[in-house]
């Protein structure tokens, strides 16, 4: 109950306006998929679903899930989702689940589709999850699967899969409708298909994202989306995240000397590069690239950016979300940028003689 009281405290000390999350557009309810966010920033979701009894009762009983999760390098997310409700073991009151998550491709980095894996700890199951996920985005739907490997919460040592699948709909840079649908491959007779179906808004002007939707499912651990029940629920998720980089170093003056991705940097015979703003942050904050080669900058957040040049050789002004900004850099050097409204936000442009 401790921790009942001090999660909402810290829900709202964590949401200062202008900082980078996930955005729930980019998943169904169910299915979080290769989603790892930034480094430097801790993630906020608070999830809850309702259900009525039948009547003359009619109560309405609720059960919130907690995620705490922190980006870290190399695309790992690591943190844990908690439930006041357990449906995998008798009389069991609470349910933990510790995970690591990584994304090892991604079509931000131009990959042609997006691969995650993800392992952790179930308490209420007593045993370790795991699953693994492609996604890829054709148009304004982006599609996602995966293969989960579950611990048996009522036969120690004994390993049940499950499939699951979903899709967004982008309806526009702020709605998106979604849905999902998953199962384990050996469901007995009491066991059913988990499903969840939402409409997902982004907040304008803000980082934050909310679902409202109905389901089957009680939680949102992979023990818990795979198994859907009789009951239906509806319920709401909302995300609040927190970069660290606001308040501990980082400023325009000293952009961070942070090491490439392989692909960042171009080939000598590249003119053009493409990268991208997401999650509050330049996904390539360090580029290489010979002189005569275009940078263009794509804004994949719904919150609007710069790219502003620190000795003021190039300002995009503001970056809408969707829109994009070029450059073209004619002359070596270095060039170290930042974000105007988001200071903390920064990189830098080295620029070879050929």
């Not at 611990?151 to 979903?166: I, Y």
């Not at 171009?266 to 942050?281: D, E, G, W, Y």
């Not at 275009?294 to 809408?320: C, M, Y």
């Amino acid at each position: 109950m401790r921790l009942m009281r001090i999660l909402p405290i810290a829900a709202l000390l964590l949401s200062p306006v202008g900082v980078g999350g996930q955005s729930l557009l980019d998943r169904p309810p169910n299915v979080s998929g290769n989603w790892v966010g930034a480094p430097g920033t801790l993630y906020f979701h608070f999830v809850h679903r309702f259900t009525t009894s039948d009547a003359p009762e009619r109560k309405v009983s609720n059960v919130p899930t907690f995620l705490l999760a922190a980006g870290l390098p190399k695309r790992l997310l690591a943190g844990f989702n908690y439930s006041t409700n357990s449906t995998l073991a008798p009389r069991f009151p609470n349910e933990w689940e510790l995970f690591t998550r990584w994304a090892p491709v991604s079509e931000d980095f131009g990959a042609p589709l997006d691969l995650g894996a993800q392992v952790g700890y179930n308490n209420a199951a007593d045993g370790v999850d795991g699953e693994v996920s492609m996604a890829k985005k054709l148009g304004n739907v982006r599609f996602i699967l995966a293969g989960r490997a579950l611990s048996d919460p009522f036969e120690a040592g004994k390993t049940r899969l499950a499939v699951a699948g979903g899709a967004t709909l982008s309806l526009g840079q702020h709605v998106a409708f979604a849905g999902d649908i998953a199962s384990l491959t050996n469901r007995d007779s009491t066991e059913q298909v988990a499903w969840s179906v939402g409409l997902q808004v982004a907040i304008p002007l803000t980082p934050h994202t909310v679902s409202l939707h109905a389901t089957n499912t009680a939680v949102t651990t992979l023990q818990g989306a795979s198994r859907g029940s009789s009951n239906l629920r509806y319920g709401f998720e909302f995300t609040i995240p927190l970069t660290l980089r606001r308040y501990f170093g980082g400023g325009a003056e000293s952009p961070p000397d942070v090491a490439s991705p392989p692909d960042v940097a171009s080939p000598p015979a590249a003119r053009t590069m493409q990268t991208a703003i997401k999650n509050v942050s330049y996904l390539q904050p360090r580029i290489q690239i010979p002189v005569g080669t275009t940078v263009e900058w794509r804004n994949n957040d719904p919150i609007p950016h710069t790219v502003t040049a620190v000795d003021k050789s190039f300002d995009s002004g503001l970056i809408q979300p969707s829109m994009t900004f070029k450059h073209t850099f004619t002359k070596a050097g270095t060039f170290n940028f930042f974000c105007t409204p988001h200071p903390f936000m920064t990189g830098v442009v080295v620029v070879t003689a050929p």
